[in-house]
């Protein structure tokens, strides 16, 4: 077979003879004897040893590998133990974020719409998991620790528009004890006491407050205090 001609691109971009490869010949290292009988069966040898090694071939999605505790992957947004949300709607995570994969809307907490401590909450809040390459800067970047990420990984899905996940997919499910927002927050307390972690749960305040304006509240049955509980046989 005639030697190919070996071409390379010249400064200023001109494509120039370099040699053909009888030229490169004698920079190739002599094989022995033994080397050049089993060149043939070279490849073999990687699948004959290969055979003999432990199974390394993992049973997804039969058998989940647990990830590292701190593995990145899909976000939640937190509440404090109360029920209240952590995000306050600065859009912080949203600014920081280099793919552009947040987007956030903040509104005004008012006295019947109370979401967050404080006076701003998350009305709108996405991330478009198309676009996310799970770096953590916005997790970084969340003033109150509101946007955490765990460890679920299993995020493929059979649409875009299913890909773009809504805070309502994001929110952390209620703890036990927890009242879903909005509801006030405890009395006599402020945003920085819930920074603080001075509030443990809600109050009997609040779980009046959602059963008044909201009787249907599913969380309210775990809550509610039986109208018997504490007293004793004779009903005091
Ligand atoms: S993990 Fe990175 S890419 Fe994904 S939303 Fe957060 S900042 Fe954006
Ligand atoms: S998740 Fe954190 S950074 Fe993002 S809007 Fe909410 S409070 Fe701000």
Redesign the pocket.
């Known amino acids: 077979m005639a030697d190919k001609e070996l071409r390379r691109r010249e400064p200023g971009g001109e494509v120039g003879a370099h040699g053909t490869a009888a030229d490169y010949e004698p920079l190739i290292a002599e094989r022995g004897p033994i080397a050049r009988a089993l060149a043939p069966v070279a490849g073999f040898g990687v699948t004959i040893g290969n055979m003999f090694k432990p199974t390394v071939t993992e049973e997804y999605p039969f058998e989940k590998t647990p990830t590292k505790p701190r593995y990145h992957g899909r976000h939640q947004?937190n509440r404090y133990p109360d029920g209240l949300e952590?995000?306050?709607?600065?859009?912080?995570?949203?600014w920081?974020c280099p793919a552009d994969a947040?987007y956030?809307e903040?509104a005004d907490n008012t006295p019947d719409g109370q979401f967050s401590p404080g006076e701003r909450y998350?009305r709108v809040?996405q991330i478009n998991y198309l676009r996310c390459i799970f770096c953590g800067l916005?997790?970084e970047?969340?003033?109150?620790?509101?946007?955490t990420m765990t460890n679920e990984y299993e995020l493929a899905g059979p649409t875009r528009a299913g890909m773009i996940f809504e805070k309502q997919d994001l929110l952390a499910p209620l703890a036990d004890g927890m009242l879903p927002a909005p509801h006030p927050m405890v009395p006599g307390t402020e945003d920085t006491d819930y920074y603080r972690g001075a509030v443990t749960g809600p109050v009997p305040e609040q779980i009046d407050w959602v059963a008044q304006y909201r009787p249907e509240e599913p969380a309210l049955e775990q809550l509610r205090v039986p109208a018997d509980s504490g007293r004793d046989e004779d009903g005091r």
């Open positions: 947004l952590k995000c306050i709607g600065c859009e912080l995570c949203a920081a947040i956030v903040g998350g809040y916005c997790i970047a969340c003033p109150t620790r509101a946007l």
